[in-house]
């Protein structure tokens, strides 16, 4: 069975003038346009391709190769191109702009403003919609995380605790404030750590690799870099917490700690402005 909003793996049954034809199960024979039709592979009678299935203008299922930053049953940041009285339509990378209903705004949103969705497949109508109400796509089953374990995390709001995040696309978190080491943005993706799992439930969040493994992978990184630079980096203990995240991808509390490390093992000189390998 083909599904809507996901890509599948088609069979080609039949050539015209306008396209392929693709055997779509129940959804009946779906066209693949002559514009998305792959140049590098085979197209013949039998073959198979990849492709995904959205409904056009006229509200008819049609197949593209063109890939779309989101799929149902995902989370993604989108930006608003159009607003009229139906809703919201947010660029998805397709032809037809995708729909946010005004009943699933959680806050106004203008024309240019981006903001993170999910999307799915109306029951009512079957169509592709998006919804900026999260909560009821989260959390429906328990957190299984250790601290310590990497993590994929979309960034969704700021709030007076830190930011809210959405982690592995199955759990709010939130990174606190004092986490937050470098600036953050609605719909940025990081890779994160689980800094706890509460008996709540609820997830607590870090941007930096904590422990020894942690120090040790911080540590490597700082050599690399002088070997890469000829044995000079332009940063030091009292660099800006800004220049120090940019470079390393850490707080400055951890780096200093790194450096401190690397200086007592005799591997670095650590001045007022720069550091040097030894």
């Known amino acids: 069975m083909a599904d809507i ?12 003038g306008f396209g392929l034809y693709l055997d779509g199960g129940s959804q009946g024979e779906i066209l693949l346009p002559n514009r998305y039709i792959p140049k590098d592979q085979p197209t013949e009678v039998g073959d198979w391709l990849r492709v995904f299935l959205y409904f056009d203008s006229e509200d008819k299922v049609i197949a593209t190769t063109l890939r779309p930053r989101v799929q149902v049953g995902q ?23 995708l729909l946010l209903p005004h009943s699933e705004e959680k806050r106004p949103l203008q024309v240019g403003d981006t903001c ?3 999307v799915y497949l109306d029951r009512h109508t079957g169509r592709i919609t998006a919804t900026a109400r999260l ?11 250790e601290a310590g374990q990497p993590v994929e995390l979309l960034v969704v709001e700021r709030t007076d605790l830190g930011f809210k995040a959405i982690v592995e696309g199955q759990h709010w978190g939130l990174i606190h404030r004092n986490e937050a080491f470098k600036p953050l943005r609605p719909g940025q993706r990081e890779q994160g750590f689980i800094r706890e799992v509460r008996a709540d439930g609820k997830i607590s969040l870090t ?7 942690g120090a040790d992978s911080l540590q490597r990184l700082i050599l690399e870099r002088l070997a ?3 044995g000079t980096l332009e940063v030091s203990d009292k660099s800006d917490p800004e220049q120090i995240a940019k470079l390393f991808g850490v707080s400055k509390g951890n780096f200093k700690k790194a450096i401190g490390a690397l200086y007592k093992q005799g591997r670095i000189r650590i001045l007022d402005e720069r550091i040097e390998a030894v």
């Open 228 to 230: 890469a630079s000829g």
């Open 5 to 16: 909003g996901r890509y599948n793996r088609l069979q080609i049954t039949k050539h015209t």
């Open 207 to 213: 941007l930096q690799a904590h422990g020894r493994e």
């Open 75 to 97: 989370f993604a940041a989108l930006k608003v191109v159009q607003i009229n009285r139906v809703g919201l339509f947010l660029d998805w990378g397709l032809p037809k702009d």
């Open 116 to 118: 993170v969705v999910h």
């Open 135 to 145: 909560d009821r796509f989260l959390d429906r089953t328990p957190a299984r995380y």
